[in-house]
């Protein structure tokens, strides 16, 4: 395989005269013919990354450079950047690119953010790393690997197979389909008009779902769940927060031991569970369908059950409706559910 190989560092790039930086010009511009680049390798620790995808002929890399302490001029970043190495490799068709500390025992105020921007193929395999800042990644298609531990992820029109996780900021997510697997520690997931296999897990905030569709496995220990129009499999789950569902259709399964459940479902294929240890459970069901009931709660109020055949109790629903069908489990530890 042919092999096409460059590397820029520091000392190159002076004496090539770059353009210098501010928050809007990059401080370096780096060009590739988009028909030879497959795959992008990029690792920063003082930065953000973004990656967007496009049909352009020419893979752009931009890079962005300012103090950690703020704004600094021009001749400081260039003091600065001698206790640095930048890299830009293209082998064969992988494109690698990296910022590297040279002193792991550099003072924080004298370093630098080091960040890139990628306008790549849209077609395109990712590894992103960076421990400095978040990533955005945009309009892309393959098998999409990214990780930061220092900010949050912002995603939108991905496709193939997503793969991301961070320990310190937020997740957006927004027209991604296919295999998507997202994970946070420091705070909340909104994903909206997505379909596919979809996993979501934060420890540090809430779950806003909107308008998702396929086989969704959401679940939090930090907050409360929203979700509005989701269909296909919904296995959803918090230990802290309320849960509340609004026209889901499907399988459907939520747990909650720290709040309520507010549910509003259109249909049920095969199942609906839910569960609340310590709070109410307010449950809106097509009661024309079949099904077999199993309610139990402190309290239980509900419509009448016309064709049912079992035990109603106060305390207890169990039979089957309508001859019998989907199962309903809907169990309220020391709450009241209200079956409507």
Not at 199 to 223: H, P
Not at 278 to 307: C, F, Q, Y
Request: contains cysteine.
């Amino acid at each position: 395989m042919k092999k096409l190989i460059t590397i820029v560092t520091f000392c190159l790039l002076v004496n090539f005269g770059f353009a210098q930086s501010s928050n809007e010009t990059p401080y370096v511009v780096k060009k590739y013919p988009s028909s030879q680049i497959k795959s992008i390798d990029i690792n920063t620790s003082g930065g953000g990354i973004t990656v967007i995808g496009g049909n352009d002929a020419v893979t752009r890399v931009e890079v962005y450079i300012r103090g950690n302490n703020g704004s600094i001029n021009n001749q400081e970043i260039e003091e600065r950047l001698n206790g640095y190495v930048l890299s830009y490799i293209q082998i064969g068709s992988s494109l690698k690119v990296s910022s590297k500390n040279k002193n792991n025992n550099m003072n924080w105020r004298k370093g630098l953010s080091i960040s890139f921007k990628i306008y790549s193929p849209k077609n395109i395999d990712t590894q992103l790393n960076t421990s400095g800042g978040g990533i955005k990644m945009s309009n892309l298609s393959g098998n999409l690997n990214f990780k930061t531990s220092g900010g949050g992820l912002s995603l939108s029109g991905l496709s193939g197979n997503v793969i991301g996780k961070t320990s310190g900021g937020g997740i957006s997510m927004t027209d991604c389909n296919d295999m998507v697997d997202l994970s946070t520690s420091g705070g909340g997931i909104t994903a909206k008009n997505s379909s596919g296999t979809i996993k979501l897990r934060t420890s540090g905030g809430g779950l806003d779902l909107e308008n998702l569709k396929g086989k969704i496995n959401a679940s939090t220990s930090g907050g409360g769940i929203n979700v509005a129009r989701v269909s296909g499999e919904l296995i959803t789950s918090t230990s802290v927060g309320s849960i509340d569902l609004d026209d889901v259709s499907g399988n459907i399964k939520a747990s909650t031991s720290g709040g309520g459940i507010r549910a509003t479902v259109s249909s049920i294929n095969d199942y609906l569970t839910l569960s609340a240890s310590a709070g109410n459970i307010n449950v809106d069901i097509p009661m024309s369908k079949g099904m077999d009931l199993d309610i139990e709660a402190n309290k239980i109020s509900h419509t009448t059950l016309n064709n049912f055949n079992g035990e109603v109790d106060k305390d207890r629903i169990y039979g089957k409706l309508n001859g019998g069908g989907a199962k309903i489990r809907i169990h309220a530890g020391s709450g009241n559910v209200s079956l409507k």
